[in-house]
């Protein structure tokens, strides 16, 4: 087990999403935002998928005799679909509530998903992974740099990482935190704006992981369409990145 300061864990941040493990797969609970914002995600991680391996757009299982891992799972919105896209998949989070909750979801769904509560520090699997996700995590953690490298010793060479994160502009400020949680569309607590990433801050952090950025998008939000996948990245962003050289 890693020591203390060799953990991304930030125990405040743990506490907090596991408290609200009951309700996560409830689409108007207190996870109703990213139930909201998964379907974006989704269509942009198969449409890297298919990139990344030149696969098929149209196969149902993509991802067959691959393995993935998802960091920051939660209660399994990401992992789920991972697993019926045909990836072995392992899900890891702080918080042990959200692991419970996301193994018997995944049982009463006869999907076989390894979940584990832990950090990616601790997860000693080095070079398994063919896909690498971590969605809305990064800006939780107590040192994105360290995480990073987590992240990166996870992923195979070849293999594909996908993050998303809030990037640290007015917008998101407003929308998320004086709106979002202001309003009570977002569990109050659930942001430090200052922890926001820029794109060119984690553009940097990844190279020093020895990571490359290969595609950038922006998550966007608009009345009539909700999340979709965009050119705009005041809000939020969606990228993918690879080892170097």
């Known amino acids: 087990m890693a020591s203390n300061a060799a953990t991304t864990i930030n125990p405040d941040e743990a506490r907090h999403f596991g408290a609200m493990a009951a309700d996560w797969w409830d689409p108007k609970g207190s996870s109703a935002m990213l139930h909201k914002l998964n379907p974006a995600r989704l269509s942009y991680i198969r449409g890297a998928i298919d990139r990344h391996w030149d696969g098929d757009p149209h196969a ?20 789920e679909p991972l697993s019926r896209l045909g990836a072995a998949v392992t899900g890891v989070d702080a918080a042990a509530e959200n692991i419970a909750v996301a193994q018997a979801h995944a049982d009463a769904q006869g999907l076989a998903i390894d979940y584990r509560a832990t950090g990616i520090e601790s997860l000693g699997q080095p070079g398994a992974f063919d896909l690498v996700t971590s969605m809305e995590v ?13 992240l990166k010793d996870a992923l195979k060479p070849g293999g594909l990482m996908i993050l998303s994160t809030p990037n640290r502009t007015r917008l998101s400020r407003l929308a998320m935190i004086t709106l979002g949680e202001g309003l009570g569309m977002i569990p109050k607590g659930t942001h430090d704006w200052k922890q926001f990433l820029t794109p060119e801050e984690l553009a940097a952090l990844l190279d020093d992981a020895g990571l490359e950025v290969t595609d950038q998008r ?12 965009g050119d705009n ?4 962003y969606i990228l993918c990145a690879r080892h170097k050289g």
């Open 138 to 150: 990064i800006e939780h953690v107590t040192d994105p740099a360290l995480f990073l490298r987590g």
């Open 60 to 79: 149902m299982r993509p991802l067959s005799g691959k393995r993935a891992l998802d960091v920051g799972c939660g209660a399994g919105l990401l992992c």
């Open 218 to 229: 922006g998550i966007e939000f608009t009345p009539g369409h909700g999340f979709r996948i």
């Open 233 to 236: 990245i005041a809000l939020n």
